[in-house]
């Protein structure tokens, strides 16, 4: 068993010449928290001023955050102009009851499927050949929303307060970035497998990806049922076509490896223990189902559904037996938290804008589920003994790192262009772009996703204790101008797949080729940087102590979710149509 984590761990790069060993902390879990449809200037958009509008006004020192910019406003007489937006706050779950509609605030994130009598929609029409001002494409009704697009709203702080307290208490990324230009099946494929390409067993075409969701939730395995079901594929061009039967969706993920498979036995990856949490199965955020090789069986492109394959086992559903509404915090208590863990939210706390379940509560609660398992993580549960150890087994004596992730951008307006989005002209076609050579090619990258990270390694030491660290912190000299939008300091989820595969020396996920996300991790750059290493930057012998989180609602509230809220049902991220996610 390991002591205070002390341990440390040489990690050097597979697949490639090996670069100079860089020494950091061993983390015996790693927790993949992911919630949904938010970026940086949307949740963290409520700045100290409360009057800045397209300008830097950070949360703290260092953080690239902007209240309002620049977008194409419809006009009620016909057509658009461009002009400044500044918006007010909105609640988190985007009710806006100012409005005449009383309506929910729940902007289009499409790749680019457009609605009957429209050309250009989504991603596509947000990012406006990397002018980041098509943001109110959607907002035809103008007389509805006043004077404003709501897109460009940020969420009040009251209710995201839990956020604010990780982040200037542990670390933010000023540039994480959703890999894929889409929304939530293709982003939990990319934060489980590393792509959505059709990479079925004889199938070689790794210049296509998914690029919407499937029209139904029943895709395990594969989308089952009628052709019509199948999701839109992108290729490097930028047309959209539909999917075909044979282009079932299989292939390797971070923990599951076809070769690893033994007479239909577990095909685990390394021989590490995992974990997926998921409300319910069949929805396109439960990343494992919609894979044959996990939901079936090795070298099995299609079979029944629910799923029932040997890998199921890893998949942690609320009614399994032995747990609660809350399986992550079961695990926790009991002392069986995996070494690699996916935890994904049930609609009523997943920051969804929602028309349900937050609507008849009257609340919140995705803020207060995400601080109660760094608090569960770091400062242990009451009623835990994790056999004689205490609290806090898995800060000191087993380290945990905790990485909080949104899925993708929702179609919330960021003033942060991607990285390298090889969608240039939406209306001729991709440019300066070579599939063959260039992995990604017309479907990387997407949009500016919040990234915060936790673990006792993550922080800067002031004389009272620690504050947050920063990546790519910017603003006022002696820090650099914003942006800071240079490596090391770029990320996106191949950096999280990356250093995973780094801290349990894992091989890449498919070895011979790079066409994977975890080997194009933008923080790979400079040559010899390992993906995510600037959030521990304490050393590696001096540990800091944990600093819990305050929330409204405490661990056994998720667990007893249903006796606090009766008829209350586990549903996916979010509970509209499969289309709108």
């Known amino acids: 068993m390991r002591s205070s984590g002390k341990l440390l761990l040489s990690l050097l790069f597979f697949g490639a010449a090996r670069a100079p060993a860089q020494t950091l902390p061993h983390f015996d879990h790693i927790i993949i928290v992911v919630q949904e449809n938010r970026t940086p200037d949307n949740l963290f958009g409520s700045g100290p001023s409360g009057t800045k509008c397209g300008i830097e006004d950070p949360f703290e020192p260092g953080v690239d955050i902007e209240n309002g910019g620049y977008g194409y ?49 989504g991603w596509v029409a947000d990012f406006h050949n990397g002018h980041q001002d098509g943001f109110c494409h959607e907002y035809s009704n103008y007389a509805i929303y006043g004077s404003t697009c709501p897109s460009y709203s940020f969420v009040q702080r009251s209710d995201a307060q839990p956020y604010f307290d990780i982040a200037t208490k542990y670390g933010f990324a000023n540039y994480a970035f959703q890999t894929n230009e889409g929304p939530s099946f293709e982003a939990h494929q990319f934060l489980f497998t590393g792509t959505s390409a059709p990479v079925a067993p004889g199938k070689t075409n790794y210049l296509d990806f998914v690029a919407e969701n499937p029209p139904n939730f029943y895709d395990s395995g594969c989308p089952l049922g009628p052709q019509n079901n199948f999701p839109q594929w992108v290729d490097p061009t930028g047309a959209e076509f539909k999917m075909n039967s044979y282009e079932c969706y299989t292939h390797d993920s971070l923990v599951t490896d076809a070769a690893d498979c033994n007479n ?103 803020p207060s589920w995400v601080g109660d398992i760094i608090d569960a993580v770091g400062g242990g549960m009451k009623g835990s003994n994790c056999n004689g150890l205490g609290s806090g087994k898995y800060w000191t004596t087993e380290p945990t790192l905790i990485l909080v992730v949104w899925d993708d951008w929702g179609g919330w307006f960021d003033h942060i262009a991607p990285i390298a989005a090889l969608q240039e002209n939406p209306h001729t076609g991709y440019t300066k772009c070579d599939p063959n050579s260039q992995w990604g090619c017309g479907y990387t990258s997407g949009f500016r996703v919040p990234l915060l990270v936790v673990s006792p390694w993550t922080g800067t030491p002031t004389q009272n204790g620690y504050t947050g660290y920063v990546s790519g912190a910017c603003g006022a000299p002696p820090l650099p101008l914003c942006p800071n939008k240079v490596p090391p300091y770029i990320h996106d989820f191949g950096s999280i797949l990356r250093f995973t595969e780094y801290n349990f020396n894992m091989p890449l996920i498919y070895k011979d080729t790079n066409y994977y996300a975890d080997a194009n991790a933008p923080d790979l750059q400079p040559p010899g940087n390992i993906p995510l290493s600037d959030f521990f930057p304490l050393p590696v012998n001096q540990p800091r102590p944990f600093v819990s989180i305050s929330t409204q609602k405490d661990f056994n509230y998720f667990r007893n979710f249903h006796v606090y809220n009766p008829g209350w049902v586990p549903t996916g991220p979010d509970d509209d149509n499969a289309a709108d996610q």
């Open 73 to 121: 406003v419809p006009q009620p007489n016909g057509g658009t102009q461009l002009q400044l937006i500044c918006n007010t706050s909105l609640p988190l779950s985007s009710w806006d009851a100012n409005l005449d509609t009383a309506k929910i605030i729940d902007p289009d994130h499409n790749y680019n499927s457009p609605p009957p009598g429209q050309s250009i929609y």
């Open 264 to 366: 239909g036995n577990h095909c685990d990856r390394g021989l590490v223990t995992w974990a997926y949490y998921t409300p319910t199965p069949g929805i396109i955020w439960d990343a494992p189902a919609g894979i044959p090789e996990v939901c079936y069986g090795q070298n099995q492109t299609n079979g029944t559904n629910p799923c029932g394959g040997a890998e199921w086992s890893h998949v942690i559903l609320p009614d399994s037996p032995g747990h609660s509404d809350a399986p992550i915090f079961d695990d926790l208590l009991n002392c069986n938290l995996k070494q690699i863990s996916w935890v994904i939210p049930d609609v009523t706390w997943s920051d969804h804008p929602q028309d349900k379940w937050t609507m008849n509560l009257g609340n919140v609660y995705g």
